[in-house]
Every structure is written in C-alpha cells, then in structure tokens.
C-alpha cells in the first residue's frame, strides 16, 4: 500500500513539474485567455491581459513549463498587467473535479472547517485595554459552519466596553457576509438601503447587501470605534474599514491598504487547470465607486507597528470628551501614562535608585532600570512597574485613579500623590 501510494504521489509530482505539450498547453492558454477576456471586470484591461498571455505563448514564454510552473507564471502575468491580487491560476485536480462534477459538487469543507476552528474563526484575540477598551483581532472572515455563533458571542462580549478596536493589519480577507454582520452591530443604518451592491460584466447578475434588521446580542452602534489596518489589510479585511469610515463611524488608524476590491470566481478552464478570476465589481452607496487600486487612507496615519498605541490614546481621547468630574480627571491621568509609554525617553538609571525605600509602609524598589511599586502588606507578586510621565512623575501599571511625584521636600524624600478628584497626599519616606 505504501508503495502504491508513493508511486501515484510521485506521477502526481512529475504531472505538475515535467513541461506540458505544446498543444496542451495552447488549450490552456486560449480557454484562459477567453475567460478573462469576457469575465474580468475591468474591460480595458480585460482586453490587455488576455491579449498578453496570448503574446507570451506565441513568443515561447511557457514552453519549457510544467503545469505548477505554468500556473505560477500566469498568476504573476495577470496580477502584473491588471494590478489585481485576486487573480490565481491554480493546478488542481481535485478542484477541477468540483467544479465539473455533475451536480456542481463543491469542495470537500472538512479540511476548511477544521482549519478555520483551529484559527477561532478568525477572531484571533480579544481582551480589554486599560480605561475598558474592547481590543479585537479579526485575521480572517471565516464564513464556515460556526463562524456566524463565534462572531455573535465575541460580539457581546465586547459590549460592556466604553470603546471598540478592531485590528485587521494581517487581515487577508474572507467572506462579505461576516462583513454584512459585523456591520449590523457597528452600524444602524437604513434597513432599506443597501450598503454596497455587486454586479457582473459578463451578465444581468446582481446582488444587494443589506442592512441585517436584527442581530441576537446588543448593538454596539454608539461606542466609537478605532480600525487597525497595514499595508498588509487586504480585499473583506478592507471591506469592513471601507464602509466604516465613508459612513464616519470609524476611525482608520495605520497605514494605507493594498487595495483589493474586487470579488471572485473559481472558474474551469481543461486539463485541470482552475483560475480564479476577479469578476465581480462591489459599488458603495455612498461614494458610488469602491477601494479597488486605491486601498484605504487612514484618518490617522501612523507605522502599522504603532497603530495599536495610537488607537489606545485616540479611543481615551474619545471618552474624555464624552465625560465629566471624577472620571473625566481618571481618564486623564489614564492618557497621561498611554503617552508617556510611546514617548521615547533617555533611561533614568541610578537617578531613581535614590527613590527605593519604604513610604509609609507602602515600598518602592530599584531594579532592572525602573522603580516599582508594592502596597502596604502586598506579596512578592504585587510588585507593579512604575511608568515615568516626566518631571519625577509617575504611574503604576494597573492604577488609574492617581499619579504618584516623588520629590525633596525640606531635604527630605517625600511621594506627591495626586487623585483624580484634586486632592493631594504627601508621605514622607520612612527614613
């Protein structure tokens, strides 16, 4: 059995990699090329790229490819001439065979489903940012079977938060349909306006995206939220930002996206060969045109690698203004500490070992660069680092509601506590 298997893996191998017959790979160049030629959204450059292929069998360019190579090869051709990422040229038999089976049979979803539960459905992390911020990583836009009950349940998860942000930097796309429902909870908008239609070139087929009328969970359609993209943010991942930001109810924190718009059909060309083609043009209604070649700009541009940190001081920003009294003063203090962490500073050093000691019996220590900080009878592991905001003025990690100064006061060491409600507390070190 063993031997058996090896051998048909090996002709499996040497089928993609040894050169296909010229007459072989002539039908898969003319099918290819007519596909495009009739189906790709863009006419113009319907025109040019099928005219380019053909140029490039007639010259010889293909000759010497097996058909994994010859694959690989028009793949690159057309992304290169259309400037469009979504176009594939696949060799796959088994493929091939789903889509001319006799009842249209789809591929096989074991192998999808499992792959897309081991990824959480694409919701690959979630926690809470300090002053109650929603942190969601989505990397995906699974639409398999139990993607819809993971979306619900992270979604009123994450209900509770002051203020949402949804990282999609290494999102590399997925399904419209997680779009059409992340939108219901984000957005109230118009149940009888559509929020994007499709339409094919090649036929009268269009389809309209509606608002969802309902959702299981609460909505979220107050909370303001922040969306991390990258250079990497690509196709449904841009979607969501896409027709967040033109109906201003996101703000786009990064850098601007790769620009892939446009949705897709697998379509069987011979000898199983399969091409992906990017056949279906997406339109907002509200801008009337889409992301396609432009990708998006975000609002606040910034290294994709300091987007999260943005987010965070923009997101407190955003609740400072929507607040008063005492929790307006906390979240202040809270923004004071988010900035002080992406401010670039010369390290301290010995400067603040002169600062170690004991402050009514609450402890500080020097050690590894930094001051830390334990209260009155906490443990070894209540230790908490202290993070500098200037002027001998610091926050502890977890400690929003005051800020501690530590400073000579008639020659004498003293830690400055101030509450977010004003009032001021001097201890002395216990010298």
Same mark, same amino acid.
């Given at each position: ?72 090869? +028009?793949?690159?051709? +057309? ?32 192998? +999808? ?155 069987? +060309? ?162």
């Amino acid at each position: 059995m063993k031997v058996a298997f090896g051998a048909i893996g090996l002709a499996l191998i040497l089928e993609a990699n040894c050169p296909f017959a010229q007459a072989a790979t002539s039908d898969v160049i003319k099918t290819l090329s007519a596909k495009v030629e009739t189906m790709y959204v863009d006419p113009v450059l319907a025109t040019e790229a099928a005219a380019h292929v053909r140029s490039e069998f007639e010259r010889g360019a293909y000759r010497d490819c097996g058909a994994a190579e010859l694959a690989t090869t +028009l793949t690159n051709d +057309l992304r290169r001439i259309t400037g469009d990422g979504h176009f594939q040229v696949r060799y796959s038999a088994e493929q091939y065979e789903s889509l001319t089976g006799p009842a249209g049979s789809i591929l096989p979803r074991t192998a +999808l489903l499992r792959e897309a539960r081991e990824r959480n459905f694409g919701f690959t992390a979630f926690r809470l940012l300090e002053g109650n911020i929603a942190y969601l990583k989505l990397d995906t836009f699974s639409w398999e079977q139990g993607a819809e009950e993971k979306a619900h349940a992270v979604m009123s998860a994450i209900a509770d938060a002051y203020a949402i942000i949804i990282d999609l930097r290494d999102n590399r796309g997925g399904n419209s349909a997680m779009t059409q429902l992340l939108m219901a909870y984000l957005f109230e908008g118009d149940l009888d306006q559509p929020l994007q239609t499709f339409e094919k070139r090649y036929s009268d087929w269009t389809y309209e995206m509606m608002p969802l009328a309902s959702v299981p969970g609460r909505r979220l359609t107050t909370l303001p939220i922040f969306i991390l993209v990258s250079s990497r943010t690509w196709s449904a991942g841009e979607e969501l930002a896409y027709l967040l930001q033109v109906r201003k109810r996101a703000t786009i924190v990064g850098e601007k996206t790769v620009g892939g718009a446009n949705g897709i059909e697998f379509v069987p +060309l011979v000898d199983n060969f399969v091409l992906k083609i990017p056949s279906i043009r997406s339109v907002d209604t509200v801008t009337n045109t889409n992301w396609q070649g432009t990708g998006i700009k975000p609002d606040r541009p910034c290294p994709g690698t300091e987007a999260l940190e943005h987010a965070h001081l923009l997101a407190i920003e955003a609740l400072i203004k929507r607040t008063d009294g005492t929790r307006k003063r906390q979240l202040g203090l809270l923004r004071e500490k988010i900035a002080a962490r992406g401010r670039s500073s010369e390290p301290l050093g010995s400067q603040l070992r002169q600062f170690a000691g004991s402050y009514g019996g609450h402890r500080l220590k020097y050690e590894q660069g930094a001051l830390w900080f334990r209260p009155r009878g906490g443990a070894e592991a209540d230790w908490r680092q202290l993070t500098p905001l200037g002027d001998d003025a610091f926050m502890i990690d977890g400690i929003n509601d005051w800020k501690l100064s530590l400073a000579k006061r008639d020659g004498k060491v003293c830690a400055i506590v101030t509450f977010a409600d004003g009032r001021e507390k001097v201890v002395p070190r216990d010298d």
